[in-house]
């Protein structure tokens, strides 16, 4: 028993680690991005901040497809159809890339009213407007990468994507460097600057995992282009009827955390740079407990596609258990280190003090965020993708929307109130996922898809 465990854990670590690796470095890039924007000023990062949520809610659809593409991926490798897992992904990759041109479009074209919305001052609005389109421009970039690592993620294969999103996004580091302050030859383009490499940078993302799944023999997943394509429906209807729940959450999560930024956006471009600043550090933990997710879906999907409930189980319980550790280390960095990682970002001593309270206040969520995330994994894997939707809808609305109001608006705690908020929230959801996945019904929800393998 004990060497079956230890090859389970090897295996859980092998898919883990290149998530792992990729999410925490796409977060210190992030961070990089926005310490290059913070030296700007106060205003540039709030600028920057109020675009980050309607750009989500924006890429919402996608996680209808992308959810249900992992799961199939992940259950026919289970069951051994590697053409039908080639098969899915072609189908996704034509979808995503039609819809990517809507979603392009529409952020285009709405920019400005969507940026008032969020609560601009004057201060921000035009350079919020012009990131906001131009990064909107590349979101069909970004949509068809998604899609692709999603399969390949689902088949197992982390290191791929891991290599090609960690060289985007270096790219996009050096990009800031150049566009933002004007370096080797080219022009000084602020804010404009860091929107503009970010949308090159995810070109490229998008170039190289193209190449991957078309031109390589690197993956398992590897489309021959001279197969006749057309869209077959079957596919496209249980990739939503698996999917659907997801982007529903999305949309909950997204619109919900949309109205949260827009609450601490009217305590000022002071106080919301500092939100800001507290978000974009936090991303550090969510990466190593959204990594945990992708390796719950992946195996929990693979072994119920072998029709192995129990293996499903045990790993499932081993990655939850380690999701939970390394969120109890990230919490303590927090808690010793808040005030130095907020002084990377900006010289302004009042905005650093706010966001190390942050910081501090975020290290109590960390056991609730990393079980909401790495047990959602398992449920996603399973297929049981409506009670993820079902914390959302209860974390969010509640706290992070009516309850942050209150504290904010209401009870006037501040930065602090808002916070408080997003704690409970966190808790809320884990509760919700959790009870789902102590009842063990997750595991016959395959089930409920019939013939979810033989397409």
């Known amino acids: 028993m004990s060497k079956e465990l230890n090859a389970m854990r090897r295996e859980a670590i092998s898919i883990t680690w290149p998530a ?33 949520q309607p750009f989500m809610l924006l890429l919402a659809i996608f996680s209808a497809v992308n959810v249900g593409t992992s799961t199939l991926v992940a259950w026919n490798i289970g069951a051994g159809n ?35 919305f969020m609560g601009a001052e004057a201060d921000t609005i035009r350079d919020a407007t012009i990131y906001f389109q131009i990064v909107s421009a590349g979101l069909v970039f970004q949509a068809i990468n998604l899609g692709i690592t999603a399969a390949l993620r689902g088949a197992g294969e982390t290191k791929i994507p891991m290599f090609y999103n960690i060289g985007s996004n270096l790219l996009n580091v050096l990009g800031n460097y150049m566009l933002i302050y004007g370096k080797l030859g080219m022009p000084k383009m602020g804010v404009a600057g860091a929107a ?15 190449g991957i799944i078309y031109f390589s023999n690197l993956s398992v997943i590897s489309i021959d282009l001279k197969d006749r394509f057309r869209f077959d429906t079957d596919i496209m209807k249980k990739v939503f009827s698996i999917g659907l729940p997801s982007a529903l959450e999305q949309f909950v999560l997204q619109s919900g955390l949309m109205l949260f930024a827009r609450t601490v956006s009217s305590l000022g471009t002071i106080k919301f740079a500092a939100h800001q600043i507290g978000l974009n550090i936090c991303g550090l933990t969510f990466s190593p407990s959204m990594a945990f997710g992708v390796a719950a879906t992946t195996l929990v999907g693979q072994s119920l596609g072998a029709k192995d409930e129990e293996k499903a189980k045990k790993y ?78 209860f974390g969010i609305w509640i706290f992070r929307v009516f309850v942050a109001y209150v504290f904010v608006s209401v009870f006037h705690w501040g930065l602090i109130g808002a916070w408080v908020a997003l704690v409970f929230d966190q808790y809320t959801r884990a509760a919700v996922v959790y009870f789902r996945y102590r009842s063990g019904k997750w595991k016959y929800a395959k089930i409920c898809t019939a013939d979810a393998v033989e397409m």
């Open 20 to 52: 792992f690796v990729e999410l925490v470095m796409s977060t210190l890039f992030g961070m990089v991005d926005m310490i290059m924007v913070g030296k700007l000023s106060s205003a540039a990062i709030a600028a920057v901040g109020l675009t980050n």
């Open 82 to 116: 590697k053409e039908k897992a080639k098969f899915i992904t072609r189908q996704i990759v034509v979808m995503n890339a039609i819809l990517g041109i809507i979603m392009s479009t529409i952020g285009i074209v709405f920019s400005h009213q969507i940026v008032v």
């Open 196 to 210: 503009l490499s970010t949308t090159i940078s995810r070109w490229v993302a998008c170039f190289f995992g193209l």
């Open 316 to 393: 499932a319980n081993m990655i939850h258990h380690m999701a939970v550790l390394v969120a109890c280390i990230m919490g303590a960095v927090f808690i010793l280190f808040s005030y130095q990682l907020a002084c990377l970002y900006t010289d302004d001593a009042t905005v650093a003090a706010a966001a190390s309270i942050i910081l501090k206040i975020m290290a109590l969520a960390q056991p609730g965020q990393s079980t909401q995330l790495s047990v959602a994994g398992v449920l996603r894997g399973a297929g049981d993708t409506l009670y993820p939707l079902y914390a959302s809808i």
